[in-house]
């Protein structure tokens, strides 16, 4: 999951800083997470709603990666990556998005 997190940093490198801002890159990072959880199928509503020991372990994970990964790949983040590219990545519903924000398609 990190590697592909890191790899999404690299993706938007923009090779210019127009101040995506440390703060925009830690939220970029969680919600990339949140979406990489949602895609596994690890988060339900309702009915479909996960048990909690489920709930607990996802939440974990998700703080060990940020634990991790976050000093590098906010550095990165923030060092490389267009602030429009984030806005546009903290706004996508799903990786899909994110790849056609930076594809300049959003």
Same mark, same amino acid.
Request: hydrophobic share 45%.
């Given at each position: %999951?990190?590697?592909?997190?890191?790899? %999404?940093?690299?993706? =938007?490198?923009?090779?210019?800083?127009?101040?995506?801002?440390? /703060? !925009?890159?830690?939220?970029?990072? *969680?919600?990339?997470? /949140?979406?990489e959880?949602?895609k596994?199928?690890?988060?339900?509503?309702?009915? *479909?709603?996960?048990?909690?020991?489920?709930?607990?372990k996802n939440?974990? !994970?998700?703080?060990?990666?940020?634990e991790?990964?976050?000093?590098e =790949?906010? !550095?990165?983040?923030?060092?490389?990556?267009?602030? $429009?590219?984030?806005?546009?990545?903290?706004?996508?519903?799903?990786?899909?998005?994110?790849e056609?924000? /930076? $594809?300049?398609?959003?």
């Amino acid at each position: %999951m990190m590697r592909g997190l890191l790899a %999404m940093a690299l993706l =938007f490198a923009a090779g210019c800083n127009k101040g995506a801002g440390e /703060d !925009q890159c830690k939220k970029l990072m *969680e919600h990339m997470l /949140d979406l990489e959880i949602a895609k596994s199928g690890a988060k339900g509503s309702g009915a *479909e709603a996960l048990p909690p020991e489920v709930v607990e372990k996802n939440a974990k !994970q998700k703080a060990a990666a940020v634990e991790l990964k976050a000093a590098e =790949f906010v !550095q990165l983040c923030n060092e490389r990556v267009d602030k $429009k590219r984030v806005e546009c990545a903290l706004a996508a519903k799903d990786w899909e998005a994110i790849e056609a924000c /930076d $594809k300049g398609d959003k």
